[in-house]
């Protein structure tokens, strides 16, 4: 058996075995011209062929040797070069699955008229023309195909944003070209290249393994086996050996389990196992989760509304109005007043926060994710990479008899090259040190004492043990000078078992390196009967290596945002208990060793006792990996909502089971990022945290926009009804209807869509899984907002027509007035508490430019005489239609009223900006006994280390506390303590955080 390194001098072997690098390579007959590209020729030309596409896809791998396999494949255990490598990427193409078909552009804008609504506006066309209306016709098919062209444009960008994000989170493969190691995209393999896989990774192509080291596959995907299968590369199989018995491969879309390997690459793309199933791929996918419940919404409201509009209709038959007006009035005044470009909204609102959250590091995986992170209550992290810088430096040592040293200390020596024994990281060229954080920190030390040393440069590797987490060891066994010698390095008390134990002395030593907030690597070493695992035992203990990973200079800043936000964060690490905590402790996470909980311990815990050590403990400390999915689990059963950080494969049961799966972009598997809706470019902690304040802002606007919607669509109906009540004439036409909901929605509600934020998103409570969003303040708002539009307007229209105006003018008029109301509504509907005055203007300029489109259009209609005719403005003036804009400032005021009464209510008679941020919800508003306590999480209530920064207790003021003004009533604390732990019952919450 050879564990081949093909990019070094020589090729280690194991058991006494040699290798030729050149047997059995041979060149296959050349394949024609017309089968690849000209880099294939030129290839050719130099003398390395290409075998031909169709004769890999029809041969089989699995039952032929290894040298055969080579051979078949044009290939050598050294992998192919940059020129051989480019000419088969030229002939076989990328190796790219097949995804599903985007919809081009045009399919956009067909889909644009799939909607039943738009149906309606399609009869009253075909109605219009068949009265003889061809200028009402004319103009709903405009209307129609402006809407179409908005909408194309919307969804065109969100798709094209969701493209664009989706190219950062393609995988990758290690791969030797030319004689190096490259990490390389997986799409640029082809049939020949050499690879190298480990544990953890998403396999890419079809592999004819070579070597194999405890490799074991998930191979679910293909055969639906839940148990891992392992390989081996030298068994010899039947040609018609089953998918699942055919441990010699590994295929494209499983999951390499546990282990390492070499291979070579077999077939790409369309000629993979998995490539065959490539038909499903070809079905579009389904909407997501929000979208689809906010579609339900939509119709549900369309229902009642449409109830509304046979009313005004059964009243206007009764006044005599001719069959073909009442008809085209209902079906403008429904088109008008239901909001079915909502859902096209709310998907660009999610899409810019995408597009923020993208800015600040955090890719999105999945749109509805976006509000999902916002609604986080509890972070449960990482400690590695995410909190601190992941670059580990031995800086301190501790040796038998010698005591504690420094790395630079020649008595270190045997200590730190026998870790760089049972290390696997190597120099290469001018590119400095590969491989595990650990292995580079050991083998980095080592240089600094002459590794490697003259013997090792002897030696003759006989076998590796690779660090596994579930072993929390690595071994590596060497014949040096006729003696086969192991090498181990891993967790000191898994060392301590193969040493006999661990004396007073190490235990002391043991301690006090972890209490300083080291990483402990205990190191052993000793002659062995044979290089297997079982044999290991009876070792020496060499030493205790004591690693530091700095924190990032923005973690702790970061870990007290979330708290101020009312999120809890505990860290989830494999570290000791000591370790954990001195790390803890710098970050303001615990103050004691009450506040860490061991893996062992929790081991031993079942049902409510699990889940109270779980509540208590803020650390959890040697943990393994289905323990992390065990407190993960209990975490969701307490009622948190919970977002979980991972990078490797221990951690993808528990991102699966997260509310918000948040994986490591730069240092994170494949699989992590698979499993995960949230991937960290940058795999820093504050960048969740940015994440949070982002998806808060998404939901507000959001909810900004509904309330838009709803309300504006209610004040027509309103004024409508009103009329039909009172026996005036419509005051406004279907051709207005038209005109109003394009002005209106087709613009406005998409620029609000835009707006920044308000402040104080990161520190009130973090809102309840089960609000819904149409809740009672929406209510309240859309209610008192659709009846001061829908009753400014019914009053200037009466004493329009009592005033002996025509009908044409006036309802002229009461158009240019809704414009307006509506314009002032939307400056409205920016915060659901602030004044509107107290909001700038430069944080929404696409808002601003929405207002002045929508009084550009309704100028230019004013210039345009068949326009001008259409819509019955030919009696007025620009300067009478300006006129009107003080009455739709008067919903300002009426607004402005609630929101004072809302903050005299809750205790803040002055603008939220002016005594402190705003504490609560945009949707607060909660029955009582359903606020949750999350948001008070911290301080001496709880029990928990309050970090300085939210101490407040030296001011005499509660340590629990939102907002930044001075001593007053704080009816939020007050609401949130008399709810106790009310909110800890809630069921499991929906991965998509449904907001209906």
């Known amino acids: 058996m050879t564990w081949i390194n093909p990019g070094r001098s020589g090729i280690d072997t194991l058991d006494g075995m040699t290798h030729d690098p050149t047997a059995g390579i041979r060149r296959p007959g050349r394949i024609p011209r017309r089968a690849c590209g000209l880099a294939t020729l030129v290839a050719s030309w130099f003398g390395r062929d290409v075998p031909s596409p169709a004769t890999l896809a029809r041969d089989g791998f699995h039952h032929l040797s290894i040298d055969t396999a080579l051979t078949r494949l044009s290939s050598t255990r050294a992998g192919l070069s940059e020129a051989d490598a480019v000419a088969r990427l030229d002939c076989w193409g990328p190796n790219r699955l097949p995804e599903a078909k985007g919809r081009s552009p045009a399919a956009v804008f067909l889909g644009q008229f799939r909607s039943p609504f738009i149906y309606l506006l399609l009869v009253a066309a075909g109605v219009s023309l068949g009265l003889g209306h061809f200028t009402d016709a004319a103009f709903i098919l405009v209307v129609l195909l402006v809407n179409a062209c908005i909408g194309t444009y919307q ?20 791969v030797w070209r030319g004689g190096r190691l490259r990490r390389m995209p997986a799409e640029d393999l082809v049939p020949g290249d050499i690879v190298q896989v480990e544990s953890g990774e998403r396999i890419a192509a079809d592999i004819r393994l070579v070597e194999a080291q405890g490799l074991t596959a998930d191979e679910s995907l293909l055969t639906g086996e839940s148990l891992a299968v392992t390989k081996l590369p030298g ?52 909407a997501p989760p929000l979208i689809r419940r906010m579609a339900r919404f939509t119709r549900h409201v369309a229902l009642a509304i449409i109830g509304v509009i046979v009313v005004i209709a059964l009243l206007e038959a009764s006044r005599g109005a001719a069959i073909g007006d009442i008809f085209l009035l209902a079906i403008a005044l429904a088109v008008a007043a239901i909001p079915e470009g909502l859902p096209v909204a709310m998907t660009v609102a999610l899409s810019i926060a995408m597009h923020r959250m993208g800015l600040r590091h955090v890719v999105v995986r999945h749109l509805p994710a976006v509000e999902g992170l916002g609604a986080c209550t509890l972070i449960a992290t990482d400690k590695t990479g995410t909190l601190t810088v992941n670059r580990l430096t031995v800086e301190r040592l501790w040796i038998p008899g010698a005591g504690d040293l420094t790395p630079t200390d020649t008595i270190a020596r045997d200590l730190l090259h026998a870790g760089a024994r049972a290390s696997e990281a190597f120099a290469e060229g001018d590119d400095g040190l590969h491989g595990d954080a650990v292995d580079i920190a050991f083998l980095a030390a080592a240089k600094g004492l ?14 590796r043990i690779p660090y596994e987490p579930e072993k929390r060891f690595a071994a590596a066994f060497h014949d040096i000078e006729g003696t086969a010698v192991a090498s181990v390095k891993g967790a000191p008390e898994t060392i301590a078992r193969f040493c006999g134990g661990m004396d007073d002395e190490a235990q002391a030593a043991l301690a006090r390196l972890s209490t300083a907030g080291y990483r402990v690597i205990a190191v052993a070493a000793g002659p062995m009967a044979s290089a297997e695992e079982r044999s290991l035992g009876g070792l020496c203990l060499l030493g205790f290596v004591g690693l530091i990973d700095p924190l990032r200079p923005e973690a702790r800043g970061a870990v007290v945002a979330a ?15 000591l370790t954990a905590l001195a790390i803890a402790r710098q970050l303001g996470l615990a103050a004691a060793a009450g506040d860490v909980a061991a893996g062992p311990k929790l081991a ?15 650390v959890f400390a040697r943990t393994e990996p289905l323990q992390k999915l065990a407190i993960v689990e209990s975490l969701r059963r307490q009622g948190q909502v919970v977002a979980v950080t991972g990078d490797g494969i221990n951690d993808v049961a528990a991102l699966h089971a997260a509310d918000i799966g948040i994986a490591m972009g730069k240092g994170g598997t494949d699989v992590a990022c698979d499993a995960a809706d949230l991937i960290l470019t940058d795999d820093n902690f504050a960048s969740i945290v940015a994440g949070i304040e982002e998806g808060r802002i998404a939901y507000d606007n959001l909810r900004k926009v509904i309330l838009l919607t709803i309300s504006t669509g209610a004040a027509e109906v309103l004024l409508m009804l009103l009329a039909a009540l009172t026996g005036l004439p419509p005051p406004l036409t279907a051709v207005q209807l038209l005109w109003l909901n394009l002005v209106t929605n087709g613009i406005q509600d998409v620029a609000l869509a835009f707006e920044r934020g308000e402040p104080g998103a990161l520190e009130r409570p973090a809102r309840q899984a089960q609000t819904p969003i149409f809740d009672r303040r929406m209510i309240e ?15 200037f229209y009466w004493l329009a027509l009592v005033g002996g105006a025509a009908l044409g003018a006036a309802q002229g008029a009461v158009l240019w007035l809704l414009v307006w109301c509506e314009n002032a509504h939307c400056f409205n509907s920016r915060s659901e508490t602030r ?10 300029p696409m808002l601003v430019g929405g207002v002045i489109a929508t009084q550009a259009l309704q100028v230019a209609a004013l210039a345009i005489p068949p326009l001008r005719d259409l819509l019955s403005l030919e009696g007025l003036s620009v300067w009478e239609g300006f006129s009107l804009a003080g009455l739709g400032i008067a919903v300002l005021a009426v607004m402005e009223v609630y929101k004072r009464l809302i903050r005299i209510k809750a205790g803040r008679p002055g603008d939220p900006e002016d005594r402190g941020r705003m504490a609560v919800d945009p949707s607060a508003g909660d029955p009582p006994g359903k606020a949750t306590t999350r948001g008070c999480d911290v301080g001496p209530q709880s029990g928990r280390h309050v970090p300085p920064e939210l101490d407040r207790r030296d001011r005499g003021q509660p340590a629990c506390r939102f907002g930044r003004g001075g001593p007053g009533p704080q009816p939020v604390c007050r609401r949130l303590r008399r709810a106790g732990d009310a909110g800890q019952s809630q069921g499991r919450v929906d991965r998509q955080h449904a907001v209906l």
């Open 604 to 618: 031993s815990l079942q049902g409510s006792a699990f889940d109270a050590a779980v509540r208590r403990a803020s």
């Open 155 to 174: 969804e065109w960008r969100a798709e094209t944003r969701a493209r664009s994000l989706k190219a950062l989170v393609r995988g990758t493969a290690s």
């Open 781 to 795: 708002q859309v209610a008192l907002g659709g009846a001061a539009i829908g009753l400014i307007a019914y009053g």
């Open 835 to 844: 004044s509107a005055f107290r909001i700038p203007l430069a944080h929404n």
């Open 563 to 577: 708290q101020r936000a009312g999120v809890r964060v505990v860290m989830v690490t494999g570290d000791h208990p």
């Open 450 to 463: 002459g590794w490697p040393s003259e013997e090792m440069a002897c030696a003759r590797p006989l076998g």
């Open 235 to 286: 068994a010899e199989l039947a040609v018609d050996a089953p998918l699942g018995d055919r441990v010699t491969m590994l295929h494209a879309g499983t999951t390499v389990r546990t282990g390492r390997g070499v291979g070579v690459v077999a077939a790409t793309a369309r000629n993979t196992i998995v490539g065959q199933l490539a038909a499903a791929l070809e079905t579009p996918e389904p």
